[in-house]
């Protein structure tokens, strides 16, 4: 099989070199630096309950080099960050022969796959990595936690998406079929916001803010709010691979805080390491934009839709995007959780 994976990050050069393990012909846009480490030392995969794997892999700089005498591929995956997804368009839809191929969303958050599909008429694998990788250097990935996976789901009623199931799984990577790819996308987003926006905001760890009593219940009610959003869509909450996320609900809904307080801390503070949340790295890195969108902001817009009070995802969608945009100084926030509680009142 011949894949193309577009935005050749930790997460997409970990997916194309597990591919390229198994036996396909992968091809990874990078960028100019980075192909120039890989051509020389080839793409090498940590794993921590296995020996390192050399994947060799096919390297361009841009979308057009990769379709340049006609190339086709069997699979294009797009591995960028959700907010970098519209743009990332344009040069598919200008460079791909039509019509396109399958494609595989790798993205964290809500709405991707539907924003995809109003721009492309193409046939789309909906994909959530519950796999933590991270990129050491242009040509070492390294995976940081066995035990995870890769969850599909098809966009389509009736689509067959099978064959995908099988060629991961095949590849080394435990792969899950989930039948209603919005139930498996909010699923994941419950996951990816733990800790996450309040940490940035705070700038904090998130065992920090799961240890403190004020920041704790703060979650709790950000949780519980994107819940009933699920509720009201009708979405269940479904199991993602190493991830029981049907427990971190019920626990939610119903168990006391003396209980559920301990466990979450020990998730957050060990699903992570020392490492800090993705919304955190991408404000220090001064990046122009932030995933809260796709999911505390996602949360509060289909609340909003729905006529269900989301206060606290509104709050935290709205203070962090304004720290991004230089509106909000973070040094207001710095270590300062009871700034946050006294912001998010004013949203209620």
């Known amino acids: 099989m011949r894949v193309l994976v577009y935005g050749a990050g930790a997460v997409g050069s970990y997916v194309g070199g597990s591919l390229a393990s198994a036996g396909h012909e992968v091809t990874l846009v990078v960028r100019p630096n980075a192909a120039e480490t890989i051509s020389k030392s080839g793409l090498r995969l940590s794993h921590p309950d296995k020996p390192d794997v050399l994947a060799d892999v096919a390297l361009v700089t841009s ?202 801390t020990r998730m957050v503070a060990g699903g992570r390491g020392n490492k800090l949340p993705s919304f955190h790295l991408d404000l220090s890195a001064g990046r122009k934009d932030n995933e809260v969108r796709f999911h505390n902001g996602a949360v509060a817009e289909a609340g909003r839709e729905l006529g269900v009070a989301t206060p606290v995802n509104e709050a935290l969608a709205t203070i962090l995007l304004g720290m991004v945009r230089g509106e909000i100084d973070w040094h207001v926030y710095d270590g300062n959780p009871g700034r946050l509680i006294e912001e998010v009142e004013k949203y209620r």
């Open 63 to 264: 979308v057009r080099q990769a379709f340049l005498d006609d190339e086709s591929y069997d699979l294009i995956v797009l591995g960028m960050k959700s907010y970098d997804v519209s743009e990332a368009l344009n040069p598919l839809i200008a460079f791909c022969p039509q019509p396109f191929p399958p494609l595989l969303t790798l993205q964290n958050g809500i709405g991707i796959e539907e924003m995809i599909m109003e721009d492309l008429n193409a046939l789309l694998i909906a994909g959530s990595l519950t796999t933590p990788v991270s990129r050491q250097t242009p040509d070492h990935i390294e995976v940081e936690r066995s035990g995870r996976g890769l969850a599909l789901a098809p966009t389509r009623e009736r689509q067959d998406i099978r064959r995908w199931v099988q060629t991961f799984a095949e590849a080394g990577i435990p792969t899950q079929r989930i039948k209603n790819y919005r139930a498996m996308k909010w699923s994941k987003a419950l996951l990816n916001m733990m800790g996450n926006a309040s940490s940035a905001i705070i700038n904090r760890h998130p065992k920090a803010i799961y240890s403190h009593d004020p920041t704790y219940d703060l979650e709790m009610e950000m949780l519980s709010e994107a819940l009933k959003v699920m509720r009201r869509l009708k979405l269940k909450v479904v199991d993602l691979p190493g991830t029981p996320t049907t427990r971190l609900s019920l626990a939610v809904r119903r168990l006391p805080d003396f209980i559920v307080k301990p466990v979450l």
